[in-house]
Every structure is written in structure tokens, then in C-alpha cells.
């Protein structure tokens, strides 16, 4: 079980910065001050109403047997909605791990190779805050190149084996000036195709 939510972002800050990959360790899971996530399914369906062609279509096949009783519809499920996670966590700041070591904010492990635009591992919660909302300015996150995250029983020791593909919705960051500590954290994630594993498949075949 991955211990840590963990979300990765690709982004290209050009110049001599140029590609980095964010690693931001959201902390313990279900522990005071730590990630909070709540993971769901946005319902979807390809048709909810009686004006609809299909729908009309199959009430009056129905109709043969009796029809539908009063207000229960009809709908067709065609792999509409999306798989979402509600995120709701801190800046881990200086905090710990069991072995002793940061949480991961950025580019590198290492709180010497930072803060800066790319990584504030062990860094303050402004600059924390900051890198991570600077990571989503940057990067082009979409199906062609998705954020990954990994959650619980989602890669990399769970019974999923990998990251999941996600975008990101709606991120903010909030510091208080009465919780100088640590910046609060709010985003949604959404699954998404990842449309990279086919190209990048494709290329290969044809080289």
C-alpha cells in the first residue's frame, strides 16, 4: 500500500530550468493536518430523457409489456462520468517522515537543492504553496500529458499497479495569517486517458 499520496507534475519552465517533474508527497493519509480525500464517481449517462430518440425507442418496446411505473426512467449507461478525488491537505513544511527523512515537494528530495521555482522540500509553507501552484501554471496537463497520482492501494506495492492518470481542477492555496505553519491545499483530480502510452507506442513501432 503506497503510504503517502503522492501526486507528479510534468512542467516546462524553458530557459535553463527547462522539464521537471514535481513529486508532492501529500503526507499520511486520515492523520490530523493531513491529506483528507475523498474519492468518487461523477455519475453520467448517454441519455436521461423522454424526448430522446433512443429513449423513446426503448419505452415504446415497453410499452408492449406494460411500460415503465410512475416516475422511473430509463438510461443508458455508456461509461459517462468520471472518477474524481477531493483533496483536501497541508504544506508538510518541516515535518517527517517515520524514517526521518522530508516529504518530497518538487523536483528533488533534497532541501539543499532548494526553494526555488521547482522545489521547496523542507522549504516554508508560502514557498511550498507557491511551487506547487507554480507547477500547475506551467504545466500543459491534459490526456496527451497527464499529472499521475498514486493513493493507497494505487501503485506502486498496491493491488493497482501503477499511477493513475489525472487532471487537475480548480487548485488553490491558502495561508493564514493566524496558521503562519502551514498553507491549506484544495484541488480536485479527475482520472483521465492517458493518450501518451499509445503514441509514444506508435513511435516506437515506427522507428
Do not use: C
Amino acid at each position: 500500500m503506497t503510504q503517502y499520496a503522492t501526486l507528479e507534475i510534468d512542467a516546462d519552465f524553458g530557459g535553463a530550468v527547462g522539464e521537471k517533474t514535481g513529486v508532492f508527497e501529500l503526507g499520511p493519509l486520515g492523520e490530523d493536518g493531513a491529506a483528507q480525500i475523498e474519492e468518487g464517481i461523477r455519475s453520467g449517462y448517454l441519455v436521461d430523457s423522454a424526448l430522446d430518440d433512443v429513449v423513446s425507442t426503448i419505452e415504446r418496446l415497453l410499452s408492449d409489456n406494460g411500460g415503465t411505473k410512475g416516475r422511473a426512467g430509463i438510461h443508458v449507461d455508456a461509461g459517462g462520468g468520471q472518477h474524481y478525488f477531493q483533496i483536501d491537505a497541508e504544506t508538510p513544511g518541516n515535518a517527517r517522515k517515520p524514517d526521518g527523512s522530508p516529504f518530497q515537494w518538487g523536483s528533488s528530495a533534497d532541501p539543499a537543492a532548494g526553494p526555488n521555482e521547482h522545489t521547496a522540500t523542507d522549504a516554508t509553507p508560502i514557498q511550498q504553496k507557491m511551487t506547487l501552484i507554480n507547477y500547475m501554471r506551467a504545466a500543459t496537463t491534459g490526456s496527451r500529458t497527464p499529472a499521475r497520482f498514486r493513493y493507497g492501494e494505487i501503485g506502486p506495492d498496491g493491488y493497482l499497479e501503477d499511477s493513475l492518470p489525472v487532471v487537475f481542477e480548480d487548485p488553490s492555496g491558502v495561508l493564514e495569517s493566524t496558521r503562519p505553519a502551514t498553507a491549506d491545499l484544495s484541488m480536485v483530480l479527475v482520472e483521465t486517458t492517458d493518450l501518451s502510452r499509445p503514441v509514444q507506442k506508435e513511435l516506437r513501432r515506427e522507428s
